[in-house]
C-alpha cells in the first residue's frame, strides 16, 4: 500500500486545500513522486489555483522539472503529463525540500483509515494535518527571524 498527499496553503501559510489517494502496488521512489505531483496539480488546477509554489522532497525530480527533462523511460511519461499542465498555470516555481518539510504532505498520504479512492478536504480536515501544519509554520518562522 502506498500514498500520496498534498497540501495547498495561501500567501499567508493557512491550509486552503489539502488530498490524499491511496493504492496498491509500487513504482520507483521517483515515478511515485511524480505521480503524487501530477495528482497534486491537476487538482489544484480543477480548484481554480492558478499560481503555485510546488515544494518536494525528491531531488531528482525537481530538478528535471525545473529544466523540462522528460526522460526516455517511464518517469518520461509522468513528467511529460506533469508539464502538459503547466499551460494552464499563470506561475509555477519548483523548490526542493528536505524530507522534513514534508511532513504534512506525508502525513495525509497516510491517514487512516486505508482508503483506495481520493479524499479532498477544502475546508475541516484531520486535526493531525493543522497540528502538523502549525508546527510547520512555527518553524518557517523561527528560522525566518535567525
Known amino acids: 500500500m502506498h500514498g ?3 497540501v495547498i496553503r495561501n500567501h499567508v501559510g493557512d491550509v486552503v486545500l489539502m488530498g490524499a489517494k491511496q493504492g ?6 521517483e515515478e511515485e513522486e511524480a505521480r503524487a505531483c501530477f495528482y497534486a496539480l491537476s487538482t489544484a488546477l480543477n480548484h481554480g489555483f492558478s499560481q ?3 515544494e518536494g522532497d525528491c531531488q531528482a525530480l525537481i530538478s528535471k522539472l525545473q529544466r523540462g527533462v ?7 511519461f509522468f513528467i511529460s503529463d506533469i508539464l502538459s499542465l503547466l499551460v494552464r498555470l499563470e506561475f509555477i516555481s519548483w523548490s526542493f525540500v528536505k524530507r522534513g518539510g514534508n511532513t504534512v504532505a ?3 498520504a ?13 475546508e475541516e480536515g484531520p486535526d ?15 528560522q ?3
Open 70 to 76: 522528460t526522460p526516455n523511460n517511464s518517469l518520461g
Open 128 to 142: 493531525i494535518v493543522y497540528d502538523l501544519a502549525t508546527k510547520d509554520m512555527c518553524t518557517y518562522i523561527d
Open 52 to 54: 503555485l509554489v510546488v
Open 106 to 108: 506525508r502525513a495525509i
Open 110 to 122: 497516510h491517514l487512516p483509515p486505508v482508503a483506495l479512492q481520493e479524499r479532498l478536504w477544502t
Open 24 to 29: 496498491l502496488g509500487f513504482s520507483t521512489p
Open 4 to 6: 500520496w498527499g498534498f
Open 144 to 146: 525566518a527571524l535567525i
